[in-house]
């Protein structure tokens, strides 16, 4: 009885076994290179501009399937940042973040659904003043790949969304302060 080579077996088993994929990999928020804002109607005249510094989170990213997708991140309220003193120290208060009750405000997402080559909609639950509703962000995958001076492994995201704060309960001002809250976010992962 002749007995098959090694090769054909190798040849036979990988024609008959189907492709398997990579699990999704997980990424850690690289905070320099990501960046947390939001815009608002100033009376009218602007759009305001408000940043996020403190924050922790990170996601997983499936390329081959969006849907196997994850992300989470916490945001310390009291790193609000308005480029002014007076301007901050108001945001803190129980007017707007309320910081000393509600010192961190959370997103998880609960879907990614890929509408594109390289986009999609990341659904998910904000939870900001003990308040959780469902958020939807427009997501851009810009790139995944080495860093060529680190030669970590980065992915790279851009996201947007519009809220109303007063679905938050935060309604001071209203309605010369705006209510549309409008959301950028510019992510770099650190593939762990």
């Known amino acids: 009885m002749r007995i098959p080579s090694i090769a054909a077996v190798v040849a036979v088993t990988t024609l008959l076994t189907p492709a398997v994929y990579a699990a999704p990999e997980e ?28 924050f922790d989170g990170g996601f997983t990213f ?15 309220t009291h790193s609000i940042d308005m ?15 309320d910081v000393n009750v509600h010192p961190t405000m ?7 659904e890929k ?28 790139k995944v790949g080495q860093h060529f001076k680190s030669k970590e ?3 790279g995201f851009s996201a947007a969304a519009t809220i109303k ?4 309960g935060m309604k001071y001002g209203l309605p010369v302060i705006g209510d549309d809250v409008e959301l950028r976010l510019e992510v770099e992962g650190v593939r762990q």
Do not use: C
Not at 83 to 97: C, G, I, L, S, V
């Open 27 to 54: 990424y850690v928020l690289e905070k320099p290179h990501t960046q947390i804002l939001f815009f608002v109607s100033h009376l009218g005249f602007s759009k305001s501009q408000g940043e996020f510094h403190d």
């Open 62 to 76: 499936d390329p081959e399937d969006w849907s196997n997708s994850y992300a989470k991140v916490t945001i310390r």
């Open 83 to 97: 480029d002014d003193y007076a301007w901050d120290k108001h945001m803190r208060n129980e007017d707007f973040f």
């Open 106 to 112: 959370t997103f998880e997402s609960t879907k990614l």
């Open 115 to 142: 509408t594109g080559e390289d986009t999609g909609k990341l659904h998910g639950d904000l939870t900001l003043l003990g308040v959780t509703r469902p958020v939807t962000l427009d997501v851009t995958f810009n």
């Open 153 to 155: 492994w980065i992915a």
């Open 165 to 168: 704060r007063s679905e938050f």
